[in-house]
């Protein structure tokens, strides 16, 4: 991850980490900080923990979301004291809401101008961003919004699994990972474990990420924690109401990134230095899936 | 009465409710949903209504997530609209951009839930910001997924506490349509359906003909005066208002004992 991340960003890059609530690039995150960019343009549909502590580290100077919050907990403390004292330092925000954030990664994706979604009207947010337009129909009287495309310059996916040309399966929750995968003109993807490529042939409807996008691949394995990987672990909520806590004050969080980010070299680091007995609390009970017949021809 | 009194009767003392607030708002907002309905679930409270209207009155309840899961069994309660939980045993799993174009957009959504910190008399939603959007009091989380909810489910219901600086004369902050301005104003920007109910901790409130709060029922023991000084308008009352039905025993037991064992969301 130390390689991808310094080959792929640079300073005043825009950069996606993806996954909704599931499958959240933490350890990509955290070696953005590590190698201390500055002036990134972070987005995110939900900014969630991760780009809490990628601001109050200073690495952005803006951030595009649309629902910043702790999921299930509360507030991104961190988050707000940017936005509303300007702690640590000032940040731009560009605010969408999840079918119109979602809408511009489709159209980057898909290499259109705009996409037309029915929300927004009635709203006060197209007053705030001029991005969210209202345009007449070409077939009829009809009025909607439109949103134009985004194509971050890097993007960070996770799956569960992948071959080492980046074709990657995911289950569980896809978020927008479909959509930023083929949007981001950089994407690097971190998988909890490497795979032959037989084993993504033998499944081709759940292969969400295709190779032909993919820059790096990394195999992490628990790369995505606090947050989960479907069927390999689950959220840690312990850490999710502990950061309710750490990130009250900037000085709290300054410690805690000295202690979980700055003061370990990578992610294997980053595990040993967890209590053992908390990851395996997080492992779920079996639930396979019947196996499909694809059929030989 | 007599010292022959059964001891039992302690136990249905009709003075003390048996129940807390909070579930009373939970059974309410179950029986606002339909069997065979698709409903967009929140987390929390909403999640409770929707998962005890399945196991009583509406076992084909459809429920769906915005994280794009669709007709969740979810085994145990989810602690984010994200949980495993949702997706383990649905029916189906989509990308968010589906889940809100096919689904939301396409009218397969019936009724979605909503919530915010602001809520005027057209039902209009501030989940944005306290103060000024350029200089705020209070940065709130933001729409998420609730403005397009708000303009495309077939109706909304919001479970809320009531209290006066909930429910200001004017949002600071319109992030998802209600009535607008009216009836009219929704319909004049095309909106899809409206909202259908609000149910705090002190009445259930409906829309009028113009697309106005009013109250409808009032919880048991809850005074008129008590709900108008706890809203930011002169609130119109139903003229014939009546007492919110209260959760019979075995809502009660479903929350407690399944649905929420932990007290979680019910204290």
């Known amino acids: 991850m130390h390689t991808a991340i310094d080959q792929a960003v640079s300073d005043g890059d825009s950069v996606y980490l993806a996954g909704f609530t599931h499958l959240i690039p933490f350890a990509a995150g955290h070696e953005i900080v590590r190698q201390g960019y500055t002036d990134l343009h972070l987005i995110r549909a939900t900014p969630d923990l991760i780009y809490d502590q990628l601001i109050a580290a200073g690495v952005a100077s803006r951030v595009t979301f649309s629902w910043a919050g702790n999921p299930g907990v509360g507030s991104l403390r961190a988050f707000r004291r940017a936005v509303e004292d300007g702690v640590p330092n000032a940040i731009e925000i560009d605010e969408y809401t999840h079918f119109g954030l979602t809408a511009r990664l489709a159209a980057g994706a898909r290499g259109l101008p705009f996409m037309p979604v029915r929300t927004f009207a009635g709203s006060d947010l197209p007053e705030q961003n001029e991005n969210i337009r209202r345009v007449e129909s070409p077939f009829g009287d009809d009025e909607i919004y439109a949103v134009p495309p985004l194509c971050p310059n890097v993007a960070v996916v996770r799956a569960q699994r992948g071959d080492v040309s980046g074709n990657a399966h995911v289950w569980g929750i896809p978020g927008e990972i479909p959509e930023v995968a083929l949007a981001a003109e950089t994407v690097i993807l971190s998988v909890e474990e490497i795979v032959d490529e037989q084993v993504i042939r033998s499944d081709p409807n759940r292969t969400l990420v295709p190779g032909s996008a993919v820059d790096y691949v990394v195999e992490e394995p628990y790369g995505s924690h606090p947050s989960y990987a479907q069927g390999c672990y689950d959220r840690d909520n312990q850490a999710y109401l502990e950061w309710n806590e750490i990130s009250e004050s900037q000085a709290s969080i300054e410690e805690w990134l000295d202690e979980w980010v700055y003061g370990v070299t990578d992610r294997r680091e980053y595990l040993e230095k967890l209590d053992s007995e908390r990851l395996l609390d997080l492992k779920p009970s079996t639930e396979y899936a019947t196996p499909i017949d694809m059929g030989g021809y | ?224 005066d008590e709900v108008q000084n706890a809203t930011g308008w002169t609130l119109a009352f139903a003229d014939d208002v009546e007492t919110t039905p209260t959760p019979d025993t075995e809502d009660l037991r479903l929350l407690r004992e399944e649905l929420d064992p932990d007290g979680v969301y019910l204290e």
């Open chain 2, 1 to 224: 009465m007599t010292d022959t009194e059964p001891e039992a009767d302690d136990s249905i003392d009709s003075s003390e409710p048996d129940y807390t607030s909070t579930e009373l708002m939970v059974t309410t907002a179950a029986r606002e949903l339909r069997d065979d309905e698709s409903v967009l679930v929140g987390v929390g409270v909403p999640n409770l209504a929707c998962n005890l209207a399945k196991r009583t009155h509406a076992p084909n309840l459809r429920m769906i997530y915005e994280s794009g899961t669709i007709d969740s069994n979810p085994s145990s309660l989810p602690l984010s609209i994200g949980d495993p939980v949702l997706a383990t045993g649905a029916v189906g799993v989509v990308p968010m951009f589906e889940g809100f174009s096919k689904y939301l957009q396409g009218g397969r959504i019936d009724v979605g839930f909503l919530g915010g910190a602001q809520i005027d008399r057209y039902g209009n939603i501030n989940s944005t910001v306290i103060g000024d959007y350029e200089d705020p009091a209070v940065r709130l989380p933001g729409s998420g997924g609730a403005c397009e909810i708000a303009s495309n489910a077939h109706r909304t219901l919001v479970i809320t506490p009531h209290q006066k600086r909930r429910f200001p004369e004017e949002v600071d902050f319109v992030t998802s349509p209600g009535y607008v301005d009216g009836r009219e104003g929704r319909e004049e920007l095309g909106l899809r359906g409206g909202p259908e109910a609000i149910i705090t901790d002190l009445a259930v409130m409906r829309f009028d003909e113009d697309g106005e709060l009013y109250a409808e029922t009032l919880h048991p023991g809850v005074s008129r």
